[in-house]
């Protein structure tokens, strides 16, 4: 006998058999219900939204982000449309013979192409960046299971022209040095999006689209001259090489507007592969790197005594040959016994001592408040990144001030500047003693072509007319045949300028190590257009700013002046006398 209970039960008709399998049959079909029931009434709309959803592909319009341009409007930095090379791993059937294929038309290697475009995963990147012709000829390919989205390249078509100014962007599209970094926001714009329907990773044509269009970024115009500029950075690269020097600076300003008109460094890089290059030469260092100015600091003390009503360029020092101030027998950079000079000798000549004599008789206090003025121990106002503020020291702190400090600073040692600072310093001379902000943007273009100028630079009185008058005759000695440039003169045109050789403090070894030779000036002098600043870091051939940086000068200074159209002098320099 079988055992008895639930499921063992003996059927003993074919009728009791029947409505054995009919009430199994009703039980499962009620469960079959009941789960369709749930499918398609209750979880159902939720279902059909995930199978759309997977088919759904959301897909970013890149925005174009905004040229950069010199101040004629010629292209620095742009944008191009291009392609980022992408794949749905589990559409490949044959990655080893695809990456055969794929390979030789994106330039990559076979086996670099395989690895990216084997796998599972339903999106992967193959390559980024390429230009339209080259996604054309993929598609003629008829690969499976490779695609592409919109994306764009910034590019620079000058190359490393204007670089240390520009900047440049990393891969994601984003500024990461210079004008593309401080100005991304206004560059980039904002991307907009598309969402499609897909079926095994190819668009639908008949499916709904939704869009929002991206809005492009503004484009920027610089105060920079292109041809200026390409001309600065060849001839400072030029001395560079010739003087075997670590790097050097030219900066050209329009005085009267604060306007850069060019601003090399050396060394400098192509942003084109920035990743390739240095951060030490991606920095612009005539804004973002200090040093000691030297003799061309002279130009605050003379301004500074000048103002004060101490002195005035016939006013007479007698100069000995040696000058101890505290601890420290100062010097000239010349041997010489006894010298009877006017404090426009003194200026003419570079004299050390005659500036410490010069410096006090207005005193420290009164020297210090001038340099603020002047834009010394600040920043300049230009708001580029990485932007140094130079340093003063603080005769309040025992560590950074001593009895020879004030003799120091009178002649340009002791306190550190910008290449950029320097170039201010002598724009506010040039400018009837009205100091301008210094600036590097000219305005802004809107994605619907309206324009923008940008602010005009903010001037502040730091001496008078008639004292800025007085420095710049007095700086004209400079390059007469009693001064320290004589060979930076320009035919036809009234020069002014100071030479420098400043002694360099080196971070390794705690003290003073090579130089920084210059050459600062302006021209014409009796109502100077240009301002320009020259600066040579630690020359190994040669180390005057008379022979390394005056050179440098008088052809930028040559060029610029032909190519702004500015007349020649028609007054000859006053007569001014160095000795007594």
């Not at 300003?253 to 850069?260: R, V």
């Amino acid at each position: 006998m079988p055992p008895k209970g639930p499921r063992y039960v003996q059927l003993k008709s074919p009728h009791r058999r029947m409505r054995w399998v009919m009430a199994w049959f009703l039980f499962f079909m009620s469960i079959f219900g009941a789960r369709l029931v749930d499918l398609q009434v209750i979880h159902g709309p939720a279902l059909a939204q995930t199978a759309e959803n997977s088919r759904l592909q959301t897909a970013t319009l890149p925005a174009l982000r905004g040229m950069i341009t010199d101040v004629n409007g010629v292209p620095i930095a742009t944008t191009v449309m291009a392609r980022n090379i992408t794949t749905d791993q589990r559409l490949i059937k044959d990655p080893h013979a695809t990456a055969l294929a794929l390979a030789p038309v994106l330039g990559m290697d076979p086996k670099r192409v395989e690895k990216r475009i084997t796998g599972v995963r339903a999106f992967a990147y193959v390559t980024k960046g390429v230009s339209p012709d080259t996604w054309k000829r993929v598609t003629e390919l008829g690969l499976p299971g490779i695609f592409s989205e919109p994306t764009t390249v910034r590019e620079y078509p000058a190359g490393q022209m204007a670089a240390s100014i520009v900047g440049y962007v990393g891969g994601e599209g984003h500024g990461l040095g210079g004008l593309e970094y401080s100005l991304d926001k206004q560059l980039a714009g904002v991307d907009g999006k598309q969402t499609v329907e897909r079926v095994s990773g190819r668009e639908i044509p008949t499916s709904e689209k939704q869009s929002v269009d991206p809005v492009d970024g503004q484009t920027v115009r610089l105060t920079i001259d292109r041809d200026l500029q390409a001309l600065a950075e060849r001839t400072l690269a030029q001395r560079i090489k010739t003087a075997k020097a670590e790097g050097g600076d030219v900066v050209v300003l329009d005085p009267t507007t604060g306007n850069i008109l060019a601003m090399a460094t050396s060394p400098t890089f192509d942003p084109n592969v920035a990743y390739k290059t240095s951060d030490h030469a991606k920095r612009n260092e005539a804004v973002t790197d200090s040093f000691e100015p030297g003799s061309t600091g002279k130009i605050l003390t003379m301004a500074a005594v000048i103002e004060e009503g101490k002195a005035n360029p016939m006013t007479k020092f007698t100069i000995p040959s040696g000058l101890k101030r505290g601890d420290v027998v100062f010097h000239d950079h010349e041997p010489h016994g006894t010298l009877h000079l006017t404090l426009n000798g003194v200026l003419a000549q570079s004299s050390n001592m005659g500036s410490i004599l010069a410096a006090e008789k207005i005193g420290h206090n009164k020297w210090l408040s001038y340099a603020k003025k002047f834009g010394i121990g600040s920043k300049s106002g230009l708001k580029f990144p990485g932007e140094a503020a130079g340093i003063l020291p603080n005769p309040k702190n025992e560590n950074q001030w001593s009895a020879t400090t004030f003799p120091t600073l009178a002649f340009g040692q002791g306190y550190s500047v910008t290449a950029l600072q320097v170039a201010s310093v002598y724009a506010t001379i040039a400018n009837d003693g009205v100091r301008m902000t210094p600036r590097l943007i000219a305005g802004y273009t809107n994605p619907d072509g309206t324009q923008t100028q940008a602010p005009a630079s903010e001037g502040k009185r730091v001496v008078s007319a008639t004292t800025a008058k007085t420095v710049r005759e007095m700086l004209e000695s400079v390059v007469g045949p009693q001064g320290t440039a004589p060979d930076a003169k320009i035919p036809g045109y009234r020069v002014a300028g100071k030479t420098g050789t400043a002694n360099r403090f080196s971070d390794k070894t705690g003290g003073y190590s090579g130089f920084t030779a210059s050459f600062v000036g302006f021209a014409p002098a009796e109502k100077p257009s240009l301002v320009i600043a020259v600066m040579i870091h630690n020359p190994k051939n040669g180390h005057w700013g008379s022979t390394v940086a005056a050179p440098v000068w008088r052809t930028v200074m040559t060029y610029a002046l032909a190519q702004q159209k500015v007349p020649p002098s028609t007054t000859k320099p006053p007569k001014m006398r160095v000795k007594w």
